[in-house]
């Protein structure tokens, strides 16, 4: 089997982990909201919160990326399975693309319905041109969150205490992410002033960042996962 | 001639296991001393020996998923040294852990394990089969199945991968006397097929009388056993050596 095709049978069988378990529906969905929620109670001005929102969106979407990903790797580790992975032979650049898509399918969910509720609880609003800056960030962002969340996930999953370790690893390496998504995100919204057009940088950013991270990772997961 | 640059031998031309003065660390600790083996297609060999004698390195060691520290090792036609990657496809272990998937089904399972080696709809089908796991059980989720159960699907993913090398540790714990037995007869059926069989196991009885040979493992190093194997019937030569089909 080629790279893609492992990609494509490993992300079919995580997603289909998740539709038999509903992890991500009953547990990290909920607790999206629920950031979100907590910080309409903290915040609680209308002005604040409509200039904050691009941020609470993403740092929203960098917790529950901690969660997906300590998911993913669980599932491996519980009965061996990542190590009969190895075992068999297949790709490991295909095991690490198959793995990032399926955790960038799930964070594109967290992300439409934390969005969602930007729009309802903080009042945040999209013109047309923004609607197309938005999508054209989610998706770049979305991809190195996923390839990123994979590669440490992949490193973390050996280590002892791999539960605290991982969002040490994992928080100071997304914070790119976080920057240019909110960045870019603020420029859709308009929020604080900012024009659309002032978002494209940052999407070209994320873009960069995406790209790095899912040419590296697939390069280093291989010998990460090894012995 | 450069060692990576090495061809993969053809099988039937050697062994399909050959270790010669094999050292494998864990951690600094040698597990495997200096250990020379030699197994020839078709045979099931029983290994044995104490805990911690060294007898799942040694599995783990022709798996490719241990690295050969001094001393050189083919299996299935690949460097040991070199070829480790190559190798794991072509090679079934079924270690301690399962491998499997609890929020999936058996038949999900055995699917998934099965199209990674590239099996056909048909032959994940015939997998099932075989291990008794077709019907109901094929719809059941994994983490819903007792100890045997288990056992019995990651045997048939095993199955379904087509292996040309079986690596079984421990492969009888779990079961129950049916599942012993549908074992040993796959693993039989597999060897006449022209596949290969290491089993590493403490039931001695059981195993012993399931081996075509005998290799004690102390102190992370082989010795032949003198007692006479169970008899076998030869592997079949019109096979492609692939194991069950």
């Known amino acids: ?227 | 001639m450069n060692a990576a640059a090495q061809a993969v031998v053809p099988l039937g031309v050697e062994p399909v296991i050959r270790l010669v003065e094999a050292v494998a660390v864990l951690g600094k600790f040698p597990a495997l001393a200096g250990t020379t083996l030699t197994v020839r297609r078709g045979e099931i060999v029983l290994l044995r020996g104490a805990n911690g004698a060294g007898k799942t390195t040694l599995l783990r060691l022709c798996a490719g998923l241990v690295p050969l520290v001094r001393g050189s090792g083919w299996v299935v036609g690949c460097d040991l040294a070199t070829q480790r990657e190559s190798l794991r496809s072509r090679v079934g272990l079924l270690g301690h852990a399962n491998g499997l998937y609890g929020d999936l089904s058996v038949s999900e399972n055995v699917r998934f394990w099965g199209a990674t080696a590239g099996a056909a709809r048909h032959e994940v089908e015939a997998a099932l089969e075989r291990m008794g796991l077709a019907g109901r059980l094929a719809d059941v989720k994994v983490d819903r199945l007792s100890a045997g159960q288990k056992r019995r699907t990651s045997l048939a993913c095993l199955v379904a991968r087509r292996a040309q090398l079986w690596l079984l540790d421990e492969p009888h714990a779990g079961l129950d006397a049916t599942g012993r037995d549908d074992l040993d007869a796959t693993v039989r059926s597999a060897a006449l097929a022209g596949a290969t069989v290491v089993v590493a196991s403490h039931e001695l009885e059981r195993a012993g009388a399931l081996a075509t040979r005998v290799v004690d493992i102390v102190g992370g190093q082989a010795h032949e056993h003198a007692a006479e194997p169970a008899p076998r019937a030869e592997p079949a030569s019109d096979t492609d050596g692939r194991g069950l089909q």
């Open chain 1, 1 to 227: 089997m080629n790279a893609w095709q492992v990609a494509r049978l490993v992300a079919a069988k995580d997603l289909r982990v998740e539709l038999r378990s509903r992890v991500v529906l009953n547990q990290v969905l909920p607790f999206a909201g629920l950031v979100m929620v907590m910080f309409a109670f903290a915040l609680d001005k209308d002005n604040i919160l409509q200039r904050v929102s691009p941020g609470l969106i993403w740092l929203a979407t960098v917790f529950s990326l901690l969660i997906l990903v300590q998911r993913t790797f669980a599932i491996e580790s519980a009965d061996g399975a990542l190590d009969a992975l190895r075992g068999a032979g297949v790709s490991p650049a295909g095991v690490f693309f198959g793995k990032s898509l399926a955790l960038a399918v799930q964070l594109l969910t967290l992300e439409v319905l934390l969005t969602g509720l930007a729009v309802v609880l903080y009042s945040a609003s999209f013109s047309p041109g923004g609607a197309v800056v938005m999508v054209a960030t989610v998706l770049p962002a979305t991809m190195g969150l996923g390839f990123v969340g994979t590669l440490y996930g992949g490193l973390a999953i050996g280590a002892s205490g791999r539960e605290t370790l991982l969002p040490l690893l994992l928080f100071p390496v997304v914070a790119p992410v976080l920057i240019g998504a909110t960045r870019a995100t603020e420029a859709a919204l308009g929020a604080g002033g900012a024009a659309t057009s002032d978002g494209w940088p940052w999407v070209a950013l994320l873009t960069v960042f995406a790209v790095l991270f899912g040419v590296g990772g697939s390069l280093a997961f291989g010998p990460l996962i090894e012995e």
